[in-house]
């Protein structure tokens, strides 16, 4: 058909005087065909085209019968005019149908068509004679699919008489090669051609060196994941080490007891945690399994009992909570809410060995959260540990900035904040400029003795521990306006695979 059609378009062109219109030339061509053959032939400069596009107006099945018919108010007016004593608003629908009584009563009330007796509710004609505009005005439309009047359109199409749909239009013209006659051209230069001579008078096709290869498939890394990376860059390249977070299902001990979170906090209640229901409860805290031989040994049992008397009456210089401390409760499995259970449990790994360490992990957490467009009941949480001696509050100031830094974030304002196992705690705030105002992106703290001294750390050992999520700078980057057309069964699988790698600004 593009071949047939590569003739046609050459004659059109020799019978025409200048430019043709591919929509007026070629009405019923698809819009590929003739694509495809305006393509051949300006290749060989035969051609030369542009794309026009327009907007084009059709009429909607109401809006046709109205140019058929006539408009709502105009079959009103006419009921009415035919009725010489008056007509009863109740006889209207009757006549000229419900639609058309519900809307051009109103109309031609308003058109000051017809009037309205109150007292006797009959409608009566207040002119001769009327000129039906919208019938005229869908005419033309439906004659020509515009109106030189671009108020009309857009009032035809409040009222949903109307709609537009794009037309794409080629203007072809004449190209320097011009030719009546398509010229075959070789694609190869074969052996026989150069033994026969007949390379020295074939047309060989000119090499397209702007034509896009075959797009190949392949995987993409999701977006989460490439900003994932970038966060692993600068954590490494700041000396620290990837905590394993493997474990998504942790119990309350590691999850909230070992971080001096009361066993009557908001937090641990059903309508922000995720329980297990089989199985419910675990065994209490023991040696792992992927211990290395040469590893020391830890003393879990004192742990737990160091736990349960820091709760309930107060150790290591603490009054504590003053409450029944529940095994049972602190046995219960739940999905963890945050990754500091693994900093907890890498900490206690620590004292066995007290030196300064840098720790850091980035993985899936769990809340039970009211989805909306920035909440999921599961999201990726960032989240760096610092164990030292002689630690500050103002060396955690100091490192913040440096670590948003890296991340091109700066301007960082502090507030003072509550955290059970954090004191002092402070809430990290930026300025964001799209926005105009101060926006939090971080949490942060100094783990309290509370939490360090039942796990044997000594008591001069301070701990920084700070956190943010993975998903918040990643919309920010991707330009990402809901969550869940980030994370979860709505995510366009085009936007996974045509979007880069972020490359986040660092010093």
């Known amino acids: ?32 065909t003739i694509k495809s053959a305006l393509d051949r032939l300006a290749s060989r400069e035969m051609v030369l085209y542009k794309t026009i596009e327009r907007d084009q107006a059709l009429l909607t099945e109401e809006a046709q019968g109205i140019a058929q018919y006539g408009s709502h108010e105009a079959k009103v007016f006419e009921a009415v ?19 058309s009584a519900k809307v051009g009563q109103g109309k031609a009330l308003a058109g000051k068509w017809i009037k309205l007796d109150r007292e006797k509710n009959i409608l009566r004609t207040n002119m001769d ?83 896009k290869g075959a797009s190949t498939p392949s995987g993409a890394l999701h977006p989460l994941n490439k900003v994932r990376h970038e966060f692993r860059q600068i954590f490494f390249e700041m000396g620290f080490e990837e905590m394993p977070t493997n474990r998504f299902v942790e119990t309350g001990f590691w999850n909230f007891d070992a971080l001096f979170v009361p066993q009557q906090h908001p937090a641990r209640d059903l309508q922000d945690t995720f329980y297990i229901s ?33 709760h309930e009456s107060g150790k290591f210089g603490s009054i504590g909570y003053r409450y029944t401390w529940k095994a049972a409760e602190a046995l219960r499995l739940v999905l963890r809410t945050h990754t500091t259970s693994t900093s907890t449990y890498m900490l206690h790994k620590l004292a066995a060995n007290p030196r300064p360490a840098r720790y850091f992990s980035i993985d899936r957490v769990f809340r039970n959260e009211t989805v909306d467009a920035t909440h999921l ?101 991707y330009g990402v ?26 010093d």
């Not at 590569?6 to 819009?31: C, H, K, Y």
């Not at 004659?143 to 949903?160: E, G, M, Y």
């Not at 306006?481 to 600004?505: S, T």
């Open 129 to 211: 004679s009327i000129v039906d505009t919208i019938r005229e005005q869908l005419e033309i439309i439906e004659r020509t699919n515009s109106h030189p009047d671009a108020k009309v359109i857009s009032d035809l199409k409040k009222r949903k008489l109307l709609k537009t749909q794009k037309v794409i239009t080629f203007e072809v013209s004449k190209g320097p090669k011009y030719a009546m006659e398509l010229v075959k051209e070789e694609t190869d230069l074969t052996a026989e051609m150069l033994a026969s001579g007949a390379w020295r008078t074939a047309v060989l096709k000119p090499y397209n060196f702007k034509s």
């Open 377 to 477: 009941a599961e999201f990726h949480q960032v989240e760096g540990v610092i164990a030292d001696f002689g630690l500050t509050l103002g060396g955690l100031i100091g490192f913040m900035e440096v670590f948003f830094a890296k991340m091109g974030i700066r301007n960082l304002r502090f507030k003072p904040a509550y955290n059970p196992y954090t004191e002092p705690s402070m809430e990290i705030f930026s300025f964001h400029e799209g926005l105009d105002k101060w926006v939090e992106i971080g949490n942060s703290g100094m783990f309290r003795p509370e939490m360090l001294e039942p796990m044997g750390l000594p008591k001069d050992m301070r701990v920084y521990g700070w956190g943010l999520s993975l998903e918040r700078p990643t919309m920010i980057k």
């Open 278 to 310: 089989d199985p419910p409860t675990a065994d209490k805290p023991r040696g792992d399994h992927t211990a290395k031989i040469n590893d020391p040994e830890l003393d879990y049992k004192q742990y737990w009992n160091n736990i349960k008397e820091v």
């Open 481 to 506: 306006n809901n969550i869940r057309e980030l994370l979860g069964h709505k995510v366009d699988l085009n936007f996974v695979e045509n979007n880069a790698a972020v490359r986040l600004e660092k």
């Open 1 to 32: 058909m593009a071949s047939e059609l590569t003739s046609q378009v050459l004659n059109a062109l020799a019978q025409s005087d200048g430019p043709i219109l591919s929509t007026e030339a070629f009405p019923s061509v698809p819009f590929i």
């Open 81 to 99: 005019r035919k009725a010489v004593e008056g007509l009863k608003v109740s006889d209207l629908p009757g006549i000229v149908g419900k639609e």
